[in-house]
């Protein structure tokens, strides 16, 4: 090594490279956003860098990788409560009708930002009106993010017709196809909303641009038996039959699956992004995330938008994912805490087409690491790291954030988000949304 822009010394390094090497007085070198490498303090302390920090008494570990989110949604927060999805959607989309704009939009998508930075995740994947507005905020706060153009069959809060959408979804995945940053998605909302002609058109888009393809599915029983009744299959048969399954298919939530949906989405590749949190509080059910890991079916884990599981604490959802097959399954060696770990790591990484870019801290992966501080009464003694991280660590062990190889948060500060300006630009628009809910009540 020669050049080194940030050389981190001293802590214990959870690298979940393809050893998963745990490192004890670790060192991590850093030059212009690359790991440039990986080992021992002890075969660093010639190396000179442009900053050294000492790390000692923490913890560095890859940034949280967050499957699914509507960072949007962060300004609904609790404003729709105690109904099933149904109904509470059409609630929600009523307020989101009157208010979503591209500003309001970057608002809460920069509020969104500041809570999950500050939680230690430092990717995430959105489904949002205005995605322009999520990808330019998250670029302006140094954050990855995997977005793109959104598809909906009817009354969209956008206001983009249905015979525009293909031709808006080009120009958007045109216009960010070169940022670092912005991984290209192209999502329609699901398969009850989005016409089985618009579906194939959104694939189609997709595998042109080389994107990911992202839907809601199999969510509620309510969603499974209108598809039945449309369709006369289940959704998941539904996305295989139509030709829009496969493995660069990521689909949100899948809490209600047939043995024949286990199938095809094994022997298509498609990822399950599981919300264990949104699927509790609305009443939907508890994924079966064990059988889908011995199916080997590729699952990460997702906060869901901050109306639905009201926060976009991603340790709080880790530990669900864990603890709920345990306890469905009253087996207590289900979901081993390292596989938690994964989903949120490596496995996320490669389900987002990053697998070579983030989620491994080793030579050649983008800088996207946090560092956690265990000089914390809940987080000693420490015997087993990966337990530690999925029962015992939470958002305030967060000490620091670097992504692609810069602070976002050091010492706790934000340095990439006016978290003061967003606050109060927040409650002042709060006021206004919820004198409109309180309007849609009575009538």
Known sequence: MHDVDLLILGPLIVTMDKNERLIEDGAVAIHEGEIVAVGKRTEFESQAATETITASGQLLMPGLINGHVHMGDSLFRSLVEDLPLEPWLERLWASEREFVSYEHVALGARLALAEMIRSGTTCALDMFWFPEAGADSAIEAGFRLVTGPIFFDFDSADEISNEDRIVTGEHWLTRYQNSPLIGPCVQPH??????????????????????????????????????????????????????????????????????????????????????????????????????????????????????????????????????????????????????????????????????????????????????????????????????????????????????????????????????????????????????????????
């Open 190 to 443: 699901n398969h009850l909303t989005v016409s089985p002609e618009m579906m194939r058109a959104a694939h189609t888009l997709a595998t042109d641009f080389g994107a990911l393809f992202h839907t809601h599915c199999s969510e509620t029983t309510t969603e499974v038996t209108a598809t039945l009744e449309k369709f006369n299959r289940t959704p998941v048969a539904h996305l295989e039959e139509i030709g829009v399954l496969d493995s660069s298919s990521l689909l949100a939530h899948c809490v209600h699956l047939t043995d024949d949906d286990f199938r095809r989405l094994a022997r298509t590749g498609a990822s399950v992004l599981h919300n264990p949190l949104s699927n509790l509080k609305l009443g939907s059910g508890i994924a079966p995330v064990a059988r889908m890991l011995d199916a080997g079916i590729p699952v990460l884990v997702g906060t869901d938008g901050p109306v639905s599981s009201n926060d976009l604490d991603m340790w709080t959802a880790m530990r669900f994912a864990g603890l709920l097959q345990r306890g469905v399954h009253r087996d207590p060696v289900l979901t081993p805490a390292r596989d938690i770990i994964r989903m949120v790591t490596t496995v996320g990484a490669a389900a987002l087409g990053l697998g070579g870019v983030t989620g491994r801290i080793q030579k050649n992966h983008r800088a996207d690491l946090i560092l956690i501080d265990l000089n914390r009464p809940h987080l000693a003694p420490m015997y087993d790291p990966y337990a530690h991280l999925v029962y015992s660590a939470g958002r305030d062990d967060v000490r620091s954030v670097i992504i692609d190889g810069t602070f976002v948060m050091r010492d706790r500060k934000l340095l990439t988000i006016d978290e003061r300006a967003v606050l109060a630009d927040t409650k002042s628009l709060a006021i206004e949304i919820e004198r409109h809910a309180a309007v849609l009540s009575h009538t």
